[in-house]
């Protein structure tokens, strides 16, 4: 188990590192910047509060603007009631997940008939998000304990990835599962 500990971790600084080398550049430049605003401070002392404020209110704006205004934007599928019964036609494709892996209801669905995808855990906190057969992710549904997701999706013909992108321990890297869509006519 080790090693696949170790493996989690890699990954885990891997998929961090811009994150972290963006914080230290961040923390670097402000600090410089702390060094020459000090020097300053004999000379212009209230007009540097009054522009610090300033500052923190326009970057505290673009920050709400610009989270809010992309919230719509967020590939979520969240519990909506409206989508709670299966309409006619639709296909159900139901996804269990646990450490570590998935039990799918079905591995395969036909291409032409919407899918719904309902997700839930048996135990800790989840994620599936769902690649289609050239890799693109099309949707995360963050699967909570004792909470159901779901979204509708209209698929392709191919083979489709589920993976868990929510770390949840030893096995997480190998939490995966596959299901295929067939083309008309079971092809
Ligand atoms: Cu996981």
């Keep these: 188990m080790w090693g696949s500990s170790l493996g989690a971790l890699l990954i885990l ?3 961090t590192s811009p994150f ?9 430049l402000s600090v410089r910047r702390g060094r020459q605003a000090e020097k300053l401070l004999n000379t212009s002392k209230k007009r540097l509060a ?18 809010v205004s992309s919230l719509s934007w967020i590939p979520a599928g969240v519990g909506d009631p409206a989508l709670a019964v299966p309409a006619a036609g639709e296909q159900v494709l139901e996804v269990e997940a646990f450490m570590w892996g998935y039990n799918l209801s079905t591995t ?12 839930w855990s ?6 599936t998000g ?17 909470m159901r997701e779901q979204v509708l999706l209209t698929l392709e013909p191919g ?4 993976r868990c992108l929510e770390f949840c321990g030893d096995g997480h890297a190998f939490m995966s599962a596959v299901f295929t869509v067939a083309g008309a006519g079971g092809g």
Excluded: K
């Design 108 to 119: 395969t669905l036909e291409a032409g008939r919407p899918v719904r995808v309902v997700a």
């Design 130 to 146: 769902i690649y289609s057969p050239d890799g693109e992710l099309l949707v995360t549904l963050m699967l909570m304990p004792g």
């Design 159 to 162: 083979v489709y990835t589920l």
């Design 122 to 127: 048996t135990d800790t906190l989840h994620s």
């Design 20 to 28: 972290l080398v963006v914080f230290f550049l961040l923390v670097f």
């Design 13 to 15: 600084l891997y998929v």
């Design 50 to 67: 009054v522009a610090e404020v300033l500052w923190l209110m326009l970057v505290a704006s673009i920050w709400t603007a610009v989270n």
